[in-house]
RNA sequence: AGCGGGGUGGGGUAGCCAGGUUAACCCGCGGGGCUCAUAACCCCGAGAGCCGUGGUUCAAAUCCACGCCCCGCUACCA
């Protein structure tokens, strides 16, 4: 959209607030400020090295956006949209805080789970109220925590519904996926949102009376799209001009995924329109489904995925760009895989569209002195290829405005198709006058081309323009005729497989060295307790031969019993990196088959020694 | 369990909302062509009748109902 002049501002943030980056600095004792300043450092400029142009990615510690959330509630709430509760909350005496949501556990009053949160229990989905919960404990402290009176400020959401309704319906350009899913939430009933917590780390409630609160972190961030706004303008001197993106005909665009659909849809929308100021409403939300790796959700905590600074070390930023852009999940959930990312940069990056911009150019050069001859004459075929790079830009440019980037990227692939197509039936390479027309029509493809990739691959749309010597700016008008190129370079390379298995990329099939670096051994059980408080779990000590023993903690309570266990010959992974479950070390894994109801843990055939490796 | 989203040739994606000529595209596979290009490029071919069942309709991959299966969110899955 940029480059066809229109007005963008393209914003995002950090969101730095919320309960887990408190309890995480309190567990590492340094300021919370601390993790997040150097957590955005960091984000930010990973930012920059993928070419992600934002105009301003900040933050939610940013003192604009701090300002702009108090002054916005305060009209929120002068507006009368927000109301007091005076609530009994559980209060751990021992951790001197207020316990919300996660932070209490205890028996669900509808199931008897007897780890059931204090905002829903997990087995059977009840919404809860802490107070129900029976015999409730602190999670961070264990202690029983005492009832509190303390006060909260509510936004009052259901007074919206109608309102949102209307505008959900209303807004034909919503993906399906967002429009039923918030329709849904809508209709079902929608309840006063929480505004304020009894928690330290965040954006004080600037409510009278509400000294020492913060404001909820959901309900701040997604503020955060208007304050980065403002910050942008104000570090440009342009004190106002902010509100030429959020009023008065312009368009917001979001790009979520659609886990954040009622966010953008229903309680961003509603909150705006509480402070009747007349903010435009989101035009739009670009939600996809969620991409997969490997078959696998993306996990932080297993590994499961390419860490995106990692990816850069391995290979150019446009590589992943490209594929990732061609799977984007933008009607189902898709899934990369190693085997994608080779067929997508060795077979459509590399052989479709780099070759073909390096085979015209090798020609241009051998046969015309690098230089774009004027077409002779331009017969049926020439100009069947020229409509076709209309219609290409054409659709891209429509696809890109429904946000099929997915779509817009095979686009791209197809002309190039086309392009090697025309080139082969044309076969300048017999020479003949033709040869000049078909050279300067694969040169307006190649010249198309520069300008169709910058908002897909930006880093090879600019070497190729360098190849052109064109500006961005001459390579959306300037025609071709003439254009003196430099000597060619290949703009892509490929991957072969061996590269991608030593760079860290799995291979589809484990070899025997992979086995190995499992670490199987054999071990002896020569310990079982139970975890305090947990369901399922087994503390086990277990020795792995040689006076070396570890622990683990294995999921098997509900399927052996101590004595079966103790004394057992075991099948365990010994190079497990430690992990804590229910604040117990668990240093090795114990490997156990499982069908519907059933487990089996492995066992040698016979007796060995503890400790033997497993081949 | 509850809530969302799906099941389309061997693999991967689109088409479905606004039903309608031989179900599209990429990879892979079999055969052939070209030699300008990065062992690239081009052509031909085999291969699915769109999870199942029933319905609506002149007409359904596309709409409706039921069933089966998958995937995400919610978890102490070591």
């Known amino acids: 959209m ?156 259901p007074s919206f519904t109608e309102k949102l309704e209307k505008y959900v319906e209303g807004n034909p350009r919503l993906p399906e996926n967002a429009r039923n899913f918030s329709l849904r939430l809508i209709r079902e009933g929608l309840k006063p949102r ?64 659609k886990d954040n659909i009622p966010f953008h849809t229903i309680i961003l929308p509603a909150l705006l ?11 739009t939300v670009s939600s996809t489904e969620f991409l997969m790796f490997e078959g696998k959700k993306f996990s932080k905590s297993q590994r499961i995925g390419v860490w995106i600074d990692e990816a850069l070390e391995m290979f150019p930023a446009d590589y992943w760009r490209y594929t990732l852009l061609s799977i984007r999940p933008e009607v189902r959930d898709t899934n990369f895989t190693w085997e994608l990312f080779l067929e997508k940069v060795n077979s459509d990056l590399n052989d479709t569209i780099g070759n073909f911009v390096h085979r015209a150019l090798t020609f241009l050069c051998k046969y015309f002195n ?15 290829m020229l409509e076709e790079i209309e219609k290409a830009k054409k659709e891209f440019d429509s696809l890109l405005h429904q946000m099929r980037i997915q779509q817009a990227v095979q686009v791209v692939a197809d002309l190039l198709r086309k392009a090697n197509k025309y080139f082969n039936d044309k076969e300048p390479w017999r020479g003949g006058v033709q040869a000049s027309s078909t050279l300067n029509v694969s040169m307006r493809v190649v010249a198309a081309l520069t300008v169709l990739l910058e908002p897909l691959i930006p880093e090879t749309a600019e070497a190729l323009r360098k190849q052109l010597k064109l500006s961005l700016a001459e390579a959306l008008e300037k025609p071709v005729e003439g254009l003196e190129v430099e000597k060619p370079k290949p703009l ?81 992974v010994s190079n497990m990196k430690p992990a804590k479950l229910m604040g117990v070390n668990s240093e090795v894994m114990l490997l156990a088959a499982s069908e519907e109801g059933k487990v089996a843990i492995l066992v040698p055939e016979k007796p060995v020694k503890p400790g033997s490796r497993i081949f």
């Not at 997990?122 to 961070?140: K, Q, V, Y």
């Not at 000294?211 to 706004?229: N, P, R």
């Not at 690098?370 to 069947?384: E, F, I, K, N, Q």
Request: hydrophobic fraction near 35%; aromatic fraction near 12%; include cysteine.
């Open 2 to 157: 940029r480059l066809k002049g229109e007005r963008v501002l393209y914003v995002s943030g950090s969101d730095e607030h919320g309960t887990p980056i408190e309890v995480e600095a309190l567990r590492l004792k340094v300021p919370p400020r601390k993790l997040t300043d150097e957590n955005h450092a960091k984000v930010k400029e990973l930012f920059d090295r993928w070419h992600i142009s934002f105009d301003n990615y900040t933050r939610t510690e940013s003192p604009i956006h701090v300002e702009f959330v108090r002054d916005f509630y305060l009209k929120v709430y002068r507006n009368g949209y927000v109301f007091t509760r005076e609530e009994e909350l559980p209060y751990c005496p021992k951790c001197r805080r207020f316990l919300p949501d996660r932070f209490v556990q205890g028996v669900c009053p509808r199931c008897g789970y007897p780890e059931a949160y204090g905002d829903q229990c997990p087995t059977c989905g009840a919404p809860l109220d802490p107070r129900e919960l029976g015999s409730p404990h602190c999670t961070i402290c264990g202690s029983t925590p005492e009832v509190r009176a303390t006060k909260h400020w509510y936004f009052d959401l």
């Open 194 to 257: 929480s505004l304020t917590r009894d928690i330290g780390w965040g954006i004080p409630a600037p409510f009278p009376g509400a000294e020492g609160k913060t404001i909820y972190v959901w309900m701040e961030a997604v503020l955060g799209y208007i304050s980065a706004t403002i910050e942008y303008f104000r570090l440009r001197g342009e004190e106002e001009r902010w509100r030429e993106f959020w009023f008065d005909g312009a368009r917001v665009v979001f790009f979520i995924g």
């Open 273 to 283: 329109m509480a402070t009747g100021e007349g903010y435009e409403l989101p035009w």
């Open 370 to 384: 690098c230089r774009v001859p004027a077409p002779s004459t331009l017969d049926d075929y020439d100009r069947r």
């Open 492 to 572: 892509f390379r490929k991957i072969s497989r061996e590269e991608l298995a030593e760079k860290g990329g799995a291979e589809a099939g484990v070899t025997p060295q992979d086995v190995a670096k499992l670490g199987l051994r054999v071990a002896r059980i020569i310990g079982v307790e139970e975890v305090p408080k947990a369901r399922k779990l087994y503390k086990l000590r277990l020795d792995l031969g040689g006076g070396l023993t570890k622990q683990t903690v294995a999921g098997l309570k509900e399927y052996y019993s101590p004595e079966e266990l103790l004394g057992k010959l075991v099948v365990v």
